[in-house]
């Protein structure tokens, strides 16, 4: 009967390693082997030795074995900088003088989600995404709900190492409320969403502080920008926040639910800040 192949998904430009268990012997035969129509050779070891010399070049510099681990039994290979020719399947071939024995595993690489930025530009918000395989997905959320369906675009582009950049496009409806847009880059192994809250035009009375709200609790990252494309300050996960030079004598204070506060500078005039965060979806 066949055994069923080994599942072993890896990060794209990562490293991944390819178990392979064996029956302990201190002379082993190993040979790792693409099957991929034609079989490319991978990485070979004997006479307690890497044996090279026939290693396909798309693996050199990025093959590696567990060398004091072999006579105990592991024949795992060590793949580095892993890429998306790298996909497939692979056997584990040994030979020793008692057997022989092959082990198959299927690769899978995936490029996840990492980041997604959102801007306002002339009525439109934009929502972009890149490095990312499979192809991914882009969807928006508005609130309150739109009246009228909202007019959107989404591009989706390949890049030449086989992973996808993604841009959605989508019209804003001006009204005298908060409005959240969000939208959400996904495929079947990441996703992360961006959320813009834009609020009505604020009224302030001169030399007083003013309160930028905005309800950002949960976020990993919050970034506040000035006129949609200067940034003011910027808070990731885990890290204190960082506040643009020419901006740290305009603000005071970032509270932990995304507040802003700017106390009164006579020479800053009508400022106004619109907030985009991300957050990360487990899936």
Avoid at 120 to 134: A, M, R
Avoid at 168 to 182: A, K
Wanted: aromatic residues 6%; charged residues 20%.
């Amino acid at each position: 009967m066949r055994l069923m192949d080994t599942q072993v998904g890896c990060v794209f430009g990562g490293s991944c390693v390819l178990p392979c268990r064996l029956q302990p012997n201190s002379d082993t035969i190993l040979h790792w082997v693409k099957k991929d129509g034609e079989d490319v050779q991978v990485h070979s070891y004997y006479d307690d030795q890497d044996q090279l010399g026939h290693q396909d070049p798309l693996y050199k510099g990025r093959t590696s074995l567990f060398h004091d681990q072999i006579s105990g039994g592991n024949a795992s290979l060590g793949l580095s900088r892993v890429n998306l020719q790298d996909q497939g399947r692979y056997l584990c071939y040994a030979s020793t003088s008692q057997y022989n024995q092959e082990t198959f595993v299927t690769q899978t690489v995936r490029a996840p989600v990492s980041r997604v930025d959102i801007v306002l530009v002339n009525n439109t918000v934009t929502c972009k995404s890149g490095g990312i395989y499979p192809r991914p997905q882009l969807t928006w959320s508005v609130s309150p709900r739109p009246a009228t369906v909202l007019q959107n675009t989404t591009e989706v582009h390949e890049d030449d190492q086989g992973l996808y950049d993604i841009t959605g496009s989508l019209r804003t409806v001006y009204n005298d409320t908060e409005s959240t847009y969000s939208c959400s880059v996904h495929n079947e192994h990441s996703a992360r969403k961006a959320t813009m809250r834009l609020h009505p035009p604020m009224q302030n009375a001169p030399k007083s502080e003013v309160l930028l709200p905005c309800n950002a609790s949960g976020l990993d990252d919050i970034t506040w920008t000035f006129n949609h494309n200067q940034t003011i300050l910027r808070r990731q996960a885990g890290q204190e926040t960082v506040v643009e030079t020419e901006w740290q004598q305009h603000v005071r204070d970032l509270s932990e639910s995304g507040n802003l506060l700017r106390p009164h500078q006579p020479r800053v005039k009508g400022r106004t800040g619109v907030l985009s965060g991300t957050q990360t979806k487990k899936t």
